[in-house]
């Protein structure tokens, strides 16, 4: 059955798969990891650096860790006290700009009270940048006829989930709850005009609702295509949604459950349950934005890694 029709026949929606999609991109950047290392004779590699010890932050990077060893990426970590000093941060930062096995760089946030966080991203090495957050990846995104070098993992994760879901984007109206640097602001820029090759053109008609605008969910609920990224555990209830839209849940809220074992639960910004019934595609929390989200800081490190490895064949 077509996506299509499964939107016209079915009362509930289609859920969009993020784990397996993103298991299936995985295989791809195995594929393409051992293309680069038989042509170059080298690995793409990827640096993450943990300050502090946040109980989620650490399992984060847990799994980041883990899943450059399942691709062949050869991955660089340094994990620092909650009370390091920004100098000494930068000297970590600068270590891993100069080292020529590392492709990509990625600095756990949210840092300490004490770090100016900006000034540890501008410190990134532009190539090395893939979270995408550098002022120059960012403004590069923002203008037309540019292309940032890297783009910003969940924002990319969230479009590659609509493109392999069959949702057309061109001509929709998008609404993105949530402005933050990181999601909000990125996803609205890549619905609206996005000329990334691996996605198809974007074209959205985007607006941006946040916790200052009135009435939320009345412009909500004109989306054909709903992304939520505002960090407000099941904000979206079912009469936020149009009727056959796409609702992509950015969200991971802890809320407490005593039935598990570590005392809680993840759901996202949307109330699932309700939302599945009026939705024509949706998302889940867990194994929905997530696990694309790591796939993408993947994709992101091989492409770094194989510009790298083409300007030295070049003699760059
Ligand atoms: N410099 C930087 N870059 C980031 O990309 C970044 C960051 N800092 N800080 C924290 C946020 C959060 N983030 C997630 C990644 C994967 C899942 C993920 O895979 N979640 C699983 C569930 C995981 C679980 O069960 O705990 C899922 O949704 O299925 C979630 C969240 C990346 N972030
Ligand atoms: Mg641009």
Redesign the pocket.
């Known amino acids: 059955m077509s996506a299509a029709s499964t939107q016209i026949d079915s009362p509930t929606a289609q859920i969009i798969n993020?784990?397996a999609i993103a298991d299936s991109i995985r295989k791809e950047i195995a594929d393409e990891v051992k293309a680069l290392q038989e042509k170059y004779g080298k690995v793409p590699g990827l640096a993450v650096v943990l300050v502090g010890t946040k109980g989620?932050?650490a399992?984060?990077v847990r799994?980041?860790r883990k899943a450059c060893a399942d691709l062949g990426i050869q991955s660089f970590s340094t994990d620092l006290p909650g009370d390091v000093s920004e100098e000494d941060l930068l000297k970590v930062v600068a270590d891993y700009n100069a080292n020529e096995e590392v492709h990509g760089i990625?600095?756990?946030?949210?840092l300490p009270k004490h770090i100016d966080e900006q000034r540890i991203l501008d410190a990134i090495s532009l190539e090395k940048d893939v979270?995408g957050?550098h002022p120059a990846n960012i403004g590069a995104l923002a203008m037309r006829g540019r292309t940032p070098l890297f783009t910003?993992?969940?924002p990319k994760g969230c479009l590659e989930l609509l493109k392999r879901s069959g949702v057309a984007i061109s001509g929709k109206r998008a609404v993105v709850l949530g402005r933050s640097n990181?999601v909000g602001m990125p996803v609205a820029h890549l619905l609206q005009a996005c000329a990334l090759p691996f996605i198809i053109i974007s074209d959205a008609t985007v607006t941006v609702v946040h916790s200052r605008t009135p009435d939320a969910r009345a412009i909500c609920a004109e989306a054909d295509i709903l992304v939520a990224a505002i960090g407000q555990a099941e904000m979206v209830r079912g009469d936020w949604i149009k009727p056959g839209a796409a609702v992509i849940d950015v969200g991971?809220n802890p809320i407490p459950d005593a039935s598990k074992k570590s005392g809680y639960r993840?759901v996202g910004d949307v109330a699932f349950s309700e939302a599945k019934e009026r939705a024509g595609f949706i998302t889940?929390?867990?194994?929905?934005?997530?696990?694309?989200?790591?796939t993408m800081?993947l994709s992101n490190t091989v492409d770094g890694a194989r510009r790298t490895f083409e300007k030295a064949a070049a003699g760059q």
């Open positions: 993020g784990k989620d932050s399992t984060y799994m980041k990625l600095v756990q946030l949210p979270d957050f910003s993992c969940t990181i991971t993840l889940p929390v867990p194994g929905g934005v997530g696990p694309m989200t790591i800081l």
